[in-house]
């Protein structure tokens, strides 16, 4: 299993920045995918979740409206689409894959670090 | 759902037997998994469903309780025991971490 994220770096805030999530060694469509972001120096945070076939998604109540997660299984990849970037959005942000049982996250990314700064 | 953990951080000692707490501010069953995190790297899964072990993970980690009151033991403290530790629920898509408890060494 491998999840590599893509996409991050230093952003003015107000604009827009798609993080993207290529998986492999695993048959991306039958998984949910979420995105997990780290603040420097701070805990967890859990941001969106998108069903195996991408029909339910939620997102936490920080982002949204501003974030959009999406997949495209055809091309083995998660997104996660992100306008009107604040400072506190600054953040590692990770991928990750959930098992349907107990809804754990069994597989990491190793994470893609966006800087909302001006 | 609000995930609680207490404490913060603990100064221990390799060997230690030591209990991390985490509370839901409501039942979520048993619902409720635990990470490791070392620095710069990505988190692991340790336990899910509250007590069952990962694939992989030591014996010496074990998780216990249910509706709003968990915990998570480490038996005897190794070196790479040393690290940060997560709480989330998965009863609610929203699917919240706690604050973390930091393991130190004494």
């Known amino acids: 299993v491998q999840l590599v994220e893509s996409g991050g770096g230093v952003v003015q805030p107000g604009r827009s920045l798609r993080l993207s999530c290529a998986a492999s060694?695993?048959?991306?469509?039958?998984?949910?995918m979420h995105w997990v972001r780290q603040a420097p120096g701070k805990g967890l945070e859990w941001v969106a979740f998108?069903?195996?076939?991408?029909?339910?998604?939620s997102d936490a109540d920080s982002v949204k409206g501003r974030f959009t997660i999406s997949r495209d299984n055809s091309k083995n990849t998660l997104y996660l689409q992100m306008i009107s970037l604040r400072a506190e959005d600054t953040a590692v942000y990770y991928c990750?894959?959930?098992?349907?049982?107990?809804?754990?996250?069994?597989?990491w990314g190793q994470g893609t670090l966006v800087t909302v700064s001006s | 759902i609000q995930m609680t953990q207490s404490p913060s951080s603990l100064s221990t000692s390799i060997g230690d037997r030591v209990t991390l707490t985490c509370r839901a501010s409501q039942n979520i069953s048993n619902y409720l998994n635990w990470y490791q995190q070392k620095p710069g790297k990505a988190p692991k899964l340790l336990i899910y469903?509250?007590?069952t072990l990962q694939s992989g993970v030591p014996s010496r980690f074990s998780g216990s309780g249910s509706g709003t009151d968990f915990t998570l033991t480490i038996s005897s403290l190794q070196p790479e025991d040393f690290a940060t530790y997560y709480c989330?629920?998965?009863?609610?898509?929203?699917?919240?971490f706690g604050q973390g408890t930091k393991l130190e060494i004494k």
């Open positions: 469903a509250t007590s």
């Open positions: 998108i069903s195996n076939d991408g029909r339910d998604t």
């Open positions: 989330q629920q998965s009863y609610s898509t929203a699917y919240s």
């Open positions: 060694g695993f048959s991306f469509r039958n998984y949910a």
């Open positions: 990750s894959r959930c098992q349907e049982d107990y809804g754990r996250f069994d597989s």
